[in-house]
């Protein structure tokens, strides 16, 4: 998402200025919840609105900074990765187009932690936010107690 060149100066004004920088972090969690609280209350049926009210200044912010890119038909917002805060733009405007995207229909919570996913499946039956992770635990979970109940029984 940022060219070396545009990290690296982040990092020098991160490191110049730790205020700015600490606060950059506490906008990020802040950004983190809201999109949680937006999407979380999608998933479990009920209003968006409170998250909505506290996804909207990180949007309305990454609007106002995008430049908008035309390559041939694509086009495409794009900004500039000077300010420390700038790193939140993108993740907020990509949780607006979510928002009104179809693809909101496949937000899934998973089944086995509190994170939220796509299915991406062609049926749409996926369950756990990463099988590498939340399945194979899930998997194996049932696995003991199967082979436990075998023992006793």
């Excluded at 086009?75 to 790193?87: G, M, N, P, V």
Aim: hydrophobic share 40%; aromatic share 8%; charged share 30%.
């Amino acid at each position: 998402m940022v060219s070396d060149r545009s990290a690296e100066a982040l990092r020098q004004v991160a490191r110049e200025h730790q205020r700015r920088a600490k606060a950059a972090v506490q906008r990020a969690a802040s950004l983190r919840a809201a999109v949680n609280e937006t999407f979380g209350a999608l998933v479990e049926g009920r209003s968006p609105r409170a998250g909505w009210e506290q996804l909207r200044p990180f949007v309305t912010a990454a609007l106002q900074k995008a430049e908008l890119t035309v390559d041939h038909s694509d086009r495409t917002l794009a900004w500039d990765f000077a300010e420390l805060e700038s790193l939140l733009w993108p993740v907020a405007e990509a949780a607006y187009r979510l928002l009104i995207s179809p693809k909101l229909q496949r937000l899934k919570r998973c089944a086995a932690c509190p994170w939220l996913f796509l299915d991406h499946s062609k049926n749409g039956s996926r369950r756990w936010c990463s099988m590498e992770d939340c399945g194979t635990h899930e998997k194996i979970r049932r696995y003991v107690t199967r082979r436990a109940e075998r023992r006793t029984g």
